[in-house]
Protein backbone atom coordinates (compact mmCIF):
# COMPACT_ATOMS: atom_id res chain seq x y z
CA UNK A 1 0.00 0.00 0.00
CA UNK A 2 1.07 3.44 -0.59
CA UNK A 3 2.06 5.69 2.29
CA UNK A 4 2.13 9.21 0.75
CA UNK A 5 -0.08 10.68 -1.59
CA UNK A 6 0.97 13.96 -3.29
CA UNK A 7 -1.16 16.56 -4.79
CA UNK A 8 -1.21 17.58 -7.56
CA UNK A 9 -1.25 14.40 -9.30
CA UNK A 10 0.15 16.98 -12.27
CA UNK A 11 1.18 20.19 -12.28
CA UNK A 12 2.22 22.71 -15.36
CA UNK A 13 4.01 26.28 -14.90
CA UNK A 14 5.87 28.90 -16.98
CA UNK A 15 9.82 28.83 -16.40
CA UNK A 16 10.53 30.70 -14.14
CA UNK A 17 7.59 30.50 -11.69
CA UNK A 18 7.57 28.41 -8.48
CA UNK A 19 6.50 25.06 -8.66
CA UNK A 20 4.79 23.81 -4.80
CA UNK A 21 3.71 19.98 -4.42
CA UNK A 22 2.37 18.60 -1.16
CA UNK A 23 2.77 15.23 0.15
CA UNK A 24 0.61 13.94 3.19
CA UNK A 25 1.07 10.56 4.94
CA UNK A 26 -0.98 8.63 7.40
CA UNK A 27 1.31 7.35 10.43
CA UNK A 28 4.57 8.12 12.42
CA UNK A 29 7.67 8.49 10.41
CA UNK A 30 11.48 8.78 11.49
CA UNK A 31 11.95 10.56 8.15
CA UNK A 32 10.42 11.83 4.71
CA UNK A 33 12.69 12.20 1.59
CA UNK A 34 12.12 13.38 -1.91
CA UNK A 35 13.22 12.02 -5.27
CA UNK A 36 13.15 13.14 -8.67
CA UNK A 37 12.46 11.33 -11.71
CA UNK A 38 13.18 11.95 -15.27
CA UNK A 39 11.27 9.96 -17.69
CA UNK A 40 11.74 6.02 -17.46
CA UNK A 41 15.07 6.71 -15.55
CA UNK A 42 16.21 5.76 -12.01
CA UNK A 43 14.97 8.06 -9.00
CA UNK A 44 17.74 10.79 -7.63
CA UNK A 45 17.43 11.48 -4.11
CA UNK A 46 16.92 15.75 -3.36
CA UNK A 47 16.33 16.51 0.16
CA UNK A 48 15.61 13.96 3.33
CA UNK A 49 13.99 15.88 6.46
CA UNK A 50 13.95 14.02 9.92
CA UNK A 51 10.64 13.83 12.00
CA UNK A 52 12.58 16.91 14.29
CA UNK A 53 13.08 19.35 11.33
CA UNK A 54 10.81 21.77 10.33
CA UNK A 55 12.16 22.89 7.42
CA UNK A 56 15.29 22.51 4.71
CA UNK A 57 16.68 23.65 2.02
CA UNK A 58 18.87 22.78 -0.63
CA UNK A 59 19.56 24.94 -3.43
CA UNK A 60 16.60 25.98 -5.36
CA UNK A 61 14.48 23.37 -3.12
CA UNK A 62 12.79 24.01 0.13
CA UNK A 63 10.89 21.27 2.34
CA UNK A 64 8.90 21.83 4.82
CA UNK A 65 7.37 19.04 7.61
CA UNK A 66 4.39 19.52 9.52
CA UNK A 67 4.00 16.80 11.59
CA UNK A 68 1.14 17.47 13.41
CA UNK A 69 -0.59 17.52 10.17
CA UNK A 70 1.03 14.55 8.74
CA UNK A 71 2.43 16.21 5.58
CA UNK A 72 5.70 17.76 3.47
CA UNK A 73 5.92 20.17 1.09
CA UNK A 74 8.68 20.40 -1.49
CA UNK A 75 9.14 24.22 -3.43
CA UNK A 76 11.14 24.62 -6.63
CA UNK A 77 11.88 27.96 -6.43
CA UNK A 78 12.89 29.78 -10.13
CA UNK A 79 12.10 26.95 -12.30
CA UNK A 80 13.64 25.63 -15.11
CA UNK A 81 12.60 23.26 -17.93
CA UNK A 82 15.50 20.45 -16.41
CA UNK A 83 12.75 20.43 -13.21
CA UNK A 84 10.98 18.70 -15.91
CA UNK A 85 10.31 15.47 -13.99
CA UNK A 86 8.17 13.40 -11.56
CA UNK A 87 8.30 13.64 -8.15
CA UNK A 88 8.28 11.38 -5.33
CA UNK A 89 7.83 11.24 -2.12
CA UNK A 90 9.06 8.78 0.69
CA UNK A 91 8.06 8.27 3.99
CA UNK A 92 10.73 6.16 6.86
CA UNK A 93 8.29 5.14 9.51
CA UNK A 94 9.78 4.37 12.92
CA UNK A 95 11.29 0.76 13.86
CA UNK A 96 11.28 0.23 9.66
CA UNK A 97 13.84 1.05 7.76
CA UNK A 98 11.82 0.15 4.47
CA UNK A 99 11.34 3.41 2.24
CA UNK A 100 7.51 3.65 1.46
CA UNK A 101 6.88 5.74 -2.27
CA UNK A 102 3.90 7.94 -2.96
CA UNK A 103 2.28 8.20 -6.50
CA UNK A 104 4.20 11.08 -7.61
CA UNK A 105 3.46 14.50 -9.50
CA UNK A 106 4.11 15.04 -12.51
CA UNK A 107 6.02 18.67 -13.38
CA UNK A 108 6.14 20.34 -16.45
CA UNK A 109 7.83 23.23 -17.23
CA UNK A 110 6.99 25.09 -20.12
CA UNK A 111 9.70 27.30 -21.89
CA UNK B 1 24.63 7.65 -11.65
CA UNK B 2 26.91 4.82 -12.51
CA UNK B 3 27.48 3.77 -9.10
CA UNK B 4 24.62 1.63 -9.33
CA UNK B 5 24.50 -0.57 -12.64
CA UNK B 6 22.04 -2.68 -13.64
CA UNK B 7 21.46 -5.12 -16.47
CA UNK B 8 19.76 -5.70 -19.02
CA UNK B 9 18.35 -2.41 -19.28
CA UNK B 10 15.22 -3.85 -21.44
CA UNK B 11 13.98 -7.22 -21.89
CA UNK B 12 10.93 -8.75 -23.81
CA UNK B 13 10.17 -12.27 -23.06
CA UNK B 14 7.35 -14.88 -23.35
CA UNK B 15 4.87 -15.88 -20.59
CA UNK B 16 6.51 -18.91 -18.79
CA UNK B 17 9.92 -18.01 -19.45
CA UNK B 18 12.60 -17.51 -16.54
CA UNK B 19 14.33 -14.23 -16.15
CA UNK B 20 16.93 -12.62 -14.56
CA UNK B 21 17.69 -9.22 -13.53
CA UNK B 22 20.75 -8.34 -12.03
CA UNK B 23 22.05 -5.16 -10.16
CA UNK B 24 25.95 -4.05 -9.27
CA UNK B 25 26.92 -1.67 -7.10
CA UNK B 26 30.55 0.07 -6.14
CA UNK B 27 29.29 2.25 -3.77
CA UNK B 28 30.50 -0.71 -0.98
CA UNK B 29 26.70 -0.15 0.78
CA UNK B 30 25.16 -3.36 2.83
CA UNK B 31 21.61 -2.82 1.88
CA UNK B 32 20.01 -3.52 -1.71
CA UNK B 33 16.59 -3.33 -2.29
CA UNK B 34 14.64 -4.50 -5.57
CA UNK B 35 11.63 -2.22 -6.49
CA UNK B 36 8.51 -2.50 -9.30
CA UNK B 37 7.20 0.63 -10.84
CA UNK B 38 3.91 0.62 -12.92
CA UNK B 39 3.00 3.37 -15.37
CA UNK B 40 1.89 6.41 -13.18
CA UNK B 41 2.76 4.72 -9.97
CA UNK B 42 5.21 5.09 -7.33
CA UNK B 43 7.58 2.38 -6.60
CA UNK B 44 6.63 -0.85 -4.70
CA UNK B 45 9.08 -2.81 -2.75
CA UNK B 46 9.94 -6.73 -3.84
CA UNK B 47 13.16 -7.72 -2.06
CA UNK B 48 15.42 -6.26 0.62
CA UNK B 49 18.69 -7.35 1.75
CA UNK B 50 20.87 -5.98 4.83
CA UNK B 51 24.02 -8.07 4.00
CA UNK B 52 24.73 -11.26 2.30
CA UNK B 53 23.46 -13.84 4.75
CA UNK B 54 19.80 -11.41 5.32
CA UNK B 55 17.31 -11.45 2.93
CA UNK B 56 13.93 -9.86 3.68
CA UNK B 57 10.35 -10.02 1.44
CA UNK B 58 8.90 -7.24 0.54
CA UNK B 59 5.51 -5.77 -0.20
CA UNK B 60 4.74 -8.32 -3.42
CA UNK B 61 7.22 -10.45 -3.64
CA UNK B 62 5.39 -13.48 -4.76
CA UNK B 63 6.07 -14.31 -8.67
CA UNK B 64 10.08 -13.39 -7.49
CA UNK B 65 13.37 -14.47 -5.69
CA UNK B 66 15.91 -13.06 -5.40
CA UNK B 67 20.07 -13.57 -5.14
CA UNK B 68 22.69 -11.91 -2.76
CA UNK B 69 25.67 -13.38 -4.33
CA UNK B 70 27.77 -10.73 -3.04
CA UNK B 71 27.94 -7.69 -0.88
CA UNK B 72 28.08 -5.60 -4.87
CA UNK B 73 25.76 -8.09 -6.47
CA UNK B 74 22.16 -8.69 -6.07
CA UNK B 75 20.02 -10.54 -8.59
CA UNK B 76 16.05 -10.44 -9.12
CA UNK B 77 14.49 -13.86 -10.87
CA UNK B 78 11.24 -14.30 -12.37
CA UNK B 79 10.40 -17.79 -12.21
CA UNK B 80 7.64 -17.96 -14.54
CA UNK B 81 7.04 -14.58 -16.19
CA UNK B 82 3.71 -13.79 -16.37
CA UNK B 83 2.27 -10.44 -18.31
CA UNK B 84 1.52 -8.11 -15.48
CA UNK B 85 4.93 -8.39 -14.48
CA UNK B 86 5.56 -5.89 -17.40
CA UNK B 87 7.01 -2.76 -15.46
CA UNK B 88 10.11 -0.88 -14.49
CA UNK B 89 12.20 -2.52 -12.40
CA UNK B 90 14.57 -0.80 -10.18
CA UNK B 91 17.73 -1.57 -7.83
CA UNK B 92 18.39 0.39 -5.21
CA UNK B 93 21.59 0.37 -2.11
CA UNK B 94 21.71 2.40 0.87
CA UNK B 95 24.00 2.47 3.74
CA UNK B 96 22.12 3.05 6.76
CA UNK B 97 19.06 2.14 8.00
CA UNK B 98 16.31 4.60 6.43
CA UNK B 99 18.41 6.44 4.88
CA UNK B 100 18.82 8.10 1.41
CA UNK B 101 18.72 5.16 -1.27
CA UNK B 102 20.79 5.27 -4.16
CA UNK B 103 19.31 3.83 -7.53
CA UNK B 104 20.35 2.34 -10.90
CA UNK B 105 18.59 3.46 -14.13
CA UNK B 106 16.09 0.52 -14.62
CA UNK B 107 15.27 -2.52 -16.83
CA UNK B 108 12.18 -2.09 -18.68
CA UNK B 109 10.96 -5.73 -18.79
CA UNK B 110 7.99 -6.41 -21.04
CA UNK B 111 6.16 -10.09 -20.98
CA UNK B 112 4.22 -11.15 -23.63
Known sequence: SQQGEEDPQ????QEGENATM???Y?????????YRQNSGRGLVHLILIRSNEREKHSGRLRVTLDTSKKSSSLLITASRAADTASYFCATVFFGNEKLTFGTGTRLTIIP | D???TQTPRNR?????????LECSQTKGHDRMYWYRQDPGLGLQLIYYSFDVKDINKGEISDGYSVSRQAQAKFS?????????QTALYFCATSDQRGSTQYFGPGTRLTVL
Not at chain 1, 26 to 34: D, E, G, P, R
Not at chain 2, 12 to 20: E, L, Q, S, W
Request: some cysteine; glycine content about 2%; charged content about 15%.
Open chain 2, 2 to 4: ADV
Open chain 1, 26 to 34: KTSINNLQW
Open chain 1, 10 to 13: ALSI
Open chain 2, 12 to 20: ITKTGKRIM
Open chain 1, 22 to 24: NCS
Open chain 2, 76 to 84: LSLESAIPN
